[in-house]
C-alpha cells in the first residue's frame, strides 16, 4: 500500500467504515431470492462510505490530476496488469479510474444496490459502453420499442453500420413478443427503460430479468426516468444505466452517465486491452463528480416533489377532460406494475404527458404556458426543478419514422412534462388552469 502517495488519512475511512457501512453488495442474480421489501434507496445511500476532503472538509476532495506517481516502478507494471487497481486505492490516469469519479460510483452503487458502478461522461456514452462491451461484431439485442431517441437510433442505425450488432425491437408489455424474439446463444442482451420516452411505458423488471435470465441472456435496464423509486437491480437487473444529466442533476447544467453492476463487469469496462470506456474515453470530469455527490443526498426530497406534484396535476387534468398519460392513474395500463415495483413514499414518477392530437394544437399550449403563465419552460430534458416542456414526436422522439411513433403510441400532439417543484403546487396549478382557459377561448391570442 506504500507505493501509492496517500494524501488524505481520513478520506482512508474505508479502513474506518468499510466493515460497518459497506457499499451496497446486494446484486441480485435470479438465483437469489428477490427482496420483499426492496431497501430504499435512501437508507443505502446513506449507509454509503463517506468521503472526507483532504483537510477534513465534510465533502470529499476533488482529485483534479491525469496522472499519478508511483514510488516504486515497478508498481506502473502492476497497476497495467490489473493486479493493483482502484479498490486498493492505485491509479494511474484518468480516463481509467479517477479517485473522484470512483467516490460518486459508489454512491451510485449504493442508491442502485449494485456491487459497483462507475460514472460517465454523458447518459449515452454509458448507454453505448455498455452494449459494446456485453456484444462483439454480429452481436443481437432485443430491445424495448418505446426508448429514448438516442438509444433507439444507437441500436437501430448506428450500431448494426459501425458493428454489425444488430438489435429486434419488441413492445415491451408483450412478454411472449420479447420471449420469442430472445434467441438463447445469439441474443446478448435484453435492453428496456424502467419507464420509457414519452409515452411513459412501465416495464414490468422482474419479469422481463427473469426471462432473460431464462435464455442466459444479460438484462441491462436505464432507470433515468424513475430513479429511487424504482430500483431494477434490487428486482434482478443485471446492469442499470442512467443519464446523471435529468433527475440526478437537477439543474439541468450538467451531462454525465451511469454504469452499475457486478464488480467483475465495471472492472470489464475499463480493461486495458478491451474495455469499452477505457479504450473510447468518455471520462467524466472530477469537477462534475465531485457537484452530483453533493446532489444525491436530496435527490430523494425532489424525486418526492416531483411525483406529488405530477400525480396532483395528472389527477386535476384529467378531471378537465384532457388525455392524460400518467403511471400514477389508475386508468394507465402499467399502473399495477408500477405500484409493485415503486417505494411507496416515493410516488409514480416526475412526468405527465398530456395528448393534444395535433402538431399545431401542442405547440399552441406550450407557447400559452411558457409565455402567458409561466408554467414551465419549452425545453427537452426532464429533472429540472421548474416544468420543462416538449413535443415528443417533434424533439426527442423526432429520429423516428411515421410507423415507428405510430408502434409506439406517439401522437403528433403529445407533449411530455417534466414537473418541476419550484413556485407552489396551486401557484403553478393556476398558471395551467389560466394557459388552458385561454387555449379554449378562440377570441384570445397568445399574448392577451
Ligand atoms: C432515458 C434516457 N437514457 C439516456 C439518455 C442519454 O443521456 P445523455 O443526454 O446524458 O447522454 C437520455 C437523454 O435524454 C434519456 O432520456
Redesign the pocket.
Known amino acids: 500500500m506504500a507505493s501509492v502517495i496517500r494524501s488524505n488519512e481520513r478520506s482512508g475511512s474505508s479502513s474506518d467504515h468499510c466493515d460497518t457501512f459497506p457499499a451496497a453488495t446486494k446484486h441480485q442474480t435470479l438465483s437469489k431470492p428477490l427482496p420483499r421489501h426492496p431497501e430504499d434507496p435512501a437508507a443505502a445511500l446513506a449507509n454509503a462510505r463517506h468521503e472526507f476532503g483532504e483537510h477534513g472538509g465534510v465533502n470529499m476532495s476533488i482529485e483534479a490530476s491525469a496522472t499519478f506517481t508511483v514510488m516504486e516502478p515497478e508498481t506502473m507494471r502492476r497497476m497495467f496488469t490489473g493486479e493493483l487497481g482502484p479498490d486498493r486505492d492505485f491509479f494511474f490516469y484518468s480516463r481509467h479510474f479517477n479517485p473522484t469519479v470512483l467516490n460518486l460510483g459508489r454512491l451510485m452503487a449504493a442508491m442502485e444496490g449494485t456491487e459497483a458502478a462507475y460514472c460517465t461522461a ?4 454509458a ?1 453505448s459502453s455498455v452494449i459494446l462491451q456485453l456484444c462483439s461484431a454480429g452481436g443481437h439485442v432485443v430491445a424495448s420499442r418505446t426508448l ?1 431517441g ?2 433507439h437510433t444507437l441500436l437501430a442505425h448506428f450500431l448494426p453500420r459501425t458493428c454489425n450488432i444488430t438489435t429486434s425491437f419488441v413492445d415491451i408489455r408483450d412478454h411472449e413478443a420479447v420471449r420469442s424474439a430472445m434467441v438463447q446463444g445469439k441474443t446478448n442482451v435484453l435492453y428496456f ?1 424502467t419507464m ?2 414519452p409515452t411513459l411505458t412501465v416495464a414490468n423488471v422482474p419479469e422481463l430479468c427473469r426471462m432473460a435470465h431464462d435464455k442466459g441472456i444479460t438484462a441491462v435496464v ?1 432507470n ?2 424513475a430513479p429511487m423509486l424504482v430500483s431494477p437491480a434490487r428486482l434482478g437487473a443485471d446492469i442499470v444505466v442512467h ?4 433527475f440526478i442533476s437537477g439543474a439541468a447544467d450538467l ?3 451511469a454504469v452499475c453492476g457486478p464488480a467483475s463487469f465495471v472492472n470489464s469496462l475499463m480493461d486495458t486491452r478491451d474495455g469499452s470506456l477505457m479504450l473510447l474515453g468518455p471520462t467524466m470530469n472530477p469537477n462534475v463528480a465531485f457537484e452530483l455527490a453533493g446532489r444525491l443526498p436530496h435527490l430523494g426530497l425532489r424525486m418526492k416533489e416531483h411525483c406529488n406534484r405530477a400525480l396532483v396535476y395528472a389527477t386535476r387534468m384529467k378531471k378537465l377532460g384532457l388525455k392524460v398519460i400518467y403511471p400514477g392513474l389508475e386508468d394507465h395500463p402499467d399502473h399495477v406494475t408500477l405500484k409493485s415495483m415503486a417505494i411507496k413514499e416515493y410516488g409514480y414518477g416526475g412526468l405527465v404527458c398530456v395528448d393534444m392530437e395535433t402538431e399545431e394544437r401542442a405547440n399552441r399550449l406550450m407557447k400559452l404556458l411558457q409565455t402567458c403563465s409561466q408554467f414551465g419552460l419549452v425545453a427537452v ?2 429533472g429540472y426543478y421548474d416544468t420543462l416542456m416538449s413535443c415528443s414526436g417533434s424533439s ?1 422522439s423526432s429520429e423516428l419514422s411515421k410507423e415507428e411513433k405510430e408502434q409506439s403510441g406517439i401522437s403528433p400532439g403529445l407533449i411530455r412534462m417534466s414537473i418541476g417543484f419550484n413556485g407552489t403546487l396551486e401557484q403553478k396549478w393556476t398558471q395551467f388552469e389560466k394557459a388552458l382557459s385561454k387555449m379554449q377561448d378562440p377570441t384570445k391570442g397568445v399574448e392577451d
Open positions: 454523458s447518459g449515452m456514452s448507454v429514448y438516442g438509444t427503460e420509457s420516452n436505464d433515468t426516468f443519464s446523471m444529466s435529468k451531462i454525465a452517465g430534458s426532464l426527442t
